[in-house]
């Protein structure tokens, strides 16, 4: 498990560019005897059967990120990657998914190992792209239901900041909606000292900005969640030129639809409102992606809480409350409208929890302690599909 850990660690790859990955996965499949067949692109899927019974999914992420690692552990990862715009950057799994993929390999092989205690048949889902919402949809089109046995229940989990061999479960809503847009806003290019020649994206976009913040803080009742960000914004490539263009990207955060869709008008809205009082044509407004909301089945919440506590002790395992990050876990068991549980367990150790500087996810110092994080997710991830199978 270790060695399996450590080699995926230091060989990360971007967003469906994970092919040798897939390809690691596929021949320790192999070795264990379990059929598979590749689904949207680098996703693999391998299907364990053990006679008759019922169907379990569970789903395991395999992208990295673009981040340079920042750490002493020997199996750092060094990698370099390619963005889809030909940028060269540093690659990292900075957000854990090679321990998710670590531990539904593990509980495979115990599986294998010990199949005179269970039967039926469990879909081991190693999926891509799930940093960009790209890879759940890609299998989805590529008709993963259609090839694979259709599972009654689909499982997942996901390593956070935390104390390691803890895991925290929410039922319901457990992860946010989220949706980015990129926004290119048009003016009239000038020298800067002729600015009455011109139409400025970047005071236009400069109140846009500003105005966006008032969308949660003056439109939505304060007891409802929401999170407008704006992470990007380029301009201009001389001090003394009003530029043609401006662009920026946003990221929203919802965990309600009609929140969701009154954020996404009013910052439609906003956008053409503040382009028509500046005198410039129609903004462009283009979706990058939107992941579906992360939702726990209460009844499946329950069942799957007091089987973990079994299996790890009742002192570790904590009801949570929902979380603003976001999963494209959904699409899988949304496009069958089959119930779902997804989970998270931590992968620090006390020292660390304590010392109030504990990496979070896309950190570049985000490693987590192998031990007992790997043991803790493998279990996890054992005891719930045995929990649904025949004996």
């Known amino acids: 498990m270790l060695e399996f850990y450590r080699h995926l660690h230091a060989n990360p790859e971007l967003s469906m560019q994970e092919h040798r990955t897939a390809e690691f996965i596929e021949a320790h499949l192999d070795t264990l005897g379990i059929e598979h067949f590749r689904c949207g692109g680098t996703g693999v899927v391998g299907v364990l059967r053990?006679?008759?019974?019922p169907v379990v999914g569970f789903r395991a992420d395999t992208d990295g990120?673009?981040?340079e690692e920042d750490?002493?552990?020997d199996y750092r990862s060094t990698a370099r990657g390619t963005l889809e715009d030909g940028t060269e950057v540093p690659v990292m799994h900075g957000c854990g998914h090679d321990t998710h993929v670590t531990a539904l390999i593990t509980a495979a092989e115990v599986l294998v190992a010990d199949r005179d205690s269970w039967s039926g048949t469990v879909v081991l889902i190693f999926q891509p792209g799930e940093e960009t919402a790209a890879g759940a949809a890609a299998m989805v089109k590529d008709g993963i239901w259609d090839r694979a046995p259709r599972p009654e229940v689909v499982y997942g989990q996901h390593v956070m900041p935390g104390l390691a061999g803890t895991?925290?479960?929410?039922p319901g809503t457990a992860m946010a909606y989220a949706d980015s847009l990129k926004v290119t806003l048009y003016g009239e290019q000038s020298h800067g000292s002729q600015p009455q020649d011109s139409i400025d994206p970047i005071v236009q976009g400069a109140h846009i900005v500003t105005?966006?913040?008032a969308i949660?803080?003056?439109e939505l009742d304060p007891r409802r969640a929401a999170v407008v960000t704006v992470g990007t914004f380029h301009a201009g490539l001389k001090e003394n030129i009003i530029p043609a263009t401006a662009e920026f990207t946003l990221n929203i955060r919802t965990m309600d639809d009609d929140v969701r869709e009154h954020?996404?008008?009013a910052v439609r809205r906003i956008i053409t409102a503040e382009a028509a009082a500046s005198g410039a044509p129609e903004p462009r407004i283009e979706q990058l992606y939107r992941f579906p909301r992360n939702f726990n089945d209460p009844a499946e919440t329950e069942a799957v809480t007091e089987v973990l506590r079994g299996a790890l002790g009742v002192d570790r395992v904590r009801a949570a409350e929902p979380m603003m990050g976001s999963e494209d876990f959904g699409t899988l068991p949304g496009a069958l409208g089959v119930p779902s549980v997804f989970w998270f367990y931590g992968g620090f150790d006390q020292e660390t929890v304590d010392s109030g500087t504990m990496p979070v996810n896309h950190s570049p110092r985000f490693v987590p302690?192998?031990?007992p994080t790997l043991w803790t997710a493998a279990t996890a991830a054992l005891a719930a599909i045995r929990s649904r199978l025949g004996s």
């Open 369 to 371: 302690v192998p031990e």
């Open 71 to 73: 750490s002493d552990v």
């Open 167 to 170: 895991v925290a479960i929410v």
């Open 211 to 213: 105005r966006l913040q």
């Open 263 to 265: 954020v996404l008008a």
């Open 50 to 53: 053990n006679g008759e019974g």
């Open 216 to 218: 949660v803080a003056r």
């Open 65 to 67: 990120l673009p981040i």
